[in-house]
């Protein structure tokens, strides 16, 4: 992680100077080209983070699709910025507020990798890692019991692992577990890690997937809606459809 | 050998990367930074890509490499020079020593 | 040191000198000139940060943006063009 600092470093100070000449720029071209750069840079530094799945949309939608779009949008607008009359007051107070309010929240947030932070320790976080616990050791202890995750719901805390589920049991099955990049030592430790998703998040995520997909769909059919509506071509001074040709 | 081989490779795609960048914004006009951008940045972009393809360890990121020099070594001199044409289409004469211009 | 470091702050500078001729560049055609060679570096900088601590999944997103910084700079470069030659 050492050698990745200097690195996250000069990235950050990047992206800061780009938001700012992107907000100061007057020509929208030159505002649309820096948002650009900025979504590049952002998903760099998203995969320095490790967020791989956050870096791909960003480059997909930040850098490629918002551009394009942002380049019709300037097409229908126009390119240059209307002078502004300074500061608007009401707005400024409001973005300071919620700026306040936001770093004000980030004083309660666990601290990185804390094992007491409130994921590890309610209840629903509790059952998924005794159900994951259960997969790293799948031979450690027998239980026969496989129904046992719904009887004894809070019960599985404490000992999560005396009640792990028993790995055969058809219905712990999650989808998405092919791409598992088990570290061969750890696996020679823990046993196999078989058909399972060895991270947590990514276990929740798969267990959801349904309704995760379900609604992402409704999302993007709807925004692809909105679009069409929006960006449909209904300005025909003729002149300018000749000058397209 | 072939440990040598990112030692040599890798800073020195580096240092002409820098290079291209120094020269991107000193030289005096459009068309004079076409050229650190076209052909400075193609061979940085080589050189680092094939500077790294020592340290790959798995096939599936050899290939994955092999794509991207071979799609960067097509793009960038191609948009380099839709660049120059749209600008050149546009009217932008070069920048010369005597105010007069002739292309 | 490892090489690979070395490479990506030569390279990262490059970047944020590039960015200042985004930043100042007089015309249109600079700025173009300038994101499309952006893009180019940070595509090299994701292949190099992928090596840096043997992440697997970076080039992926190298290859993505290779190809989404050639559609993107193309698709600015016909809007310009549109724009004007229409005026």
Known sequence: ??????????????????????????????????????????ALVWTNMFAMDVAFTEAAVGAGISTVLLLGTLIVVGREERPSRGPHGAALLVTILTGAALLYGTTDMPAFGDPNAPVHTDAVGRKYIAQEVGKVHPVAHHHDDTHHDEAHHDGADHSADDHEPDTSAPAEHHGGSSEIHGDP????????????????????????????????????????????????????????????? | ??????????????????????????????????????????????????????????????????????????????????ISQAAHLEGLRPWTRKEESDG | ?????????????????????????????????????????????????????????????????ALINFVGTIAILKFVEFRRLGA
């Open chain 1, 1 to 42: 992680m050492d050698s990745v600092f200097p690195v996250d470093l000069l990235l950050l100070a990047l992206v800061v100077v780009i938001g700012v000449a992107t907000i100061r720029a007057r020509d929208l071209l030159a505002s649309t080209l820096l948002l650009g750069v900025y979504s590049l840079l952002m």
């Open chain 2, 1 to 82: 050998m072939i440990d040598t081989i990112p030692w040599i490779l890798l800073p020195l795609g580096g240092f002409i990367a820098l290079t291209a960048a120094i020269g991107v914004l000193r030289f005096p006009d459009f068309y004079s930074r076409l050229h650190p951008a076209g052909t400075g940045d193609t061979l940085a972009q080589l050189l680092v890509l094939l500077g790294l393809l020592p340290l790959v360890t798995a096939w599936e990121d050899g290939a994955k490499l092999v794509m991207v020099t071979v799609l960067l070594f097509v793009t960038t001199p191609t948009a380099t020079h839709a």
């Open chain 3, 1 to 65: 040191m490892n090489p690979v470091l070395i490479a990506s702050v030569l390279v990262l500078i490059g970047l944020a000198l590039v960015l200042i001729r985004t930043l100042r560049g007089p015309g249109v055609f600079d700025r173009i000139l300038g994101v499309n060679m952006i893009g180019t570096k940070a595509v090299i900088l994701l292949c190099l940060l992928g090596f840096l601590e043997d992440r697997g999944g970076f080039l992926d997103i190298a290859l993505l943006y």
């Open chain 1, 185 to 245: 030592a750890q696996d020679a430790h823990h046993g196999d890690y078989g058909t399972h998703v060895p991270n947590l998040v990514t276990a929740v995520l798969a267990a959801y997937r349904g309704y995760d997909t379900m609604f992402e769909t409704a999302v993007i059919f709807t925004a692809g809606v909105c679009l069409i509506v929006l960006l449909r071509d209904r300005r025909s001074p003729p002149k300018e459809t000749e000058a397209a040709a």
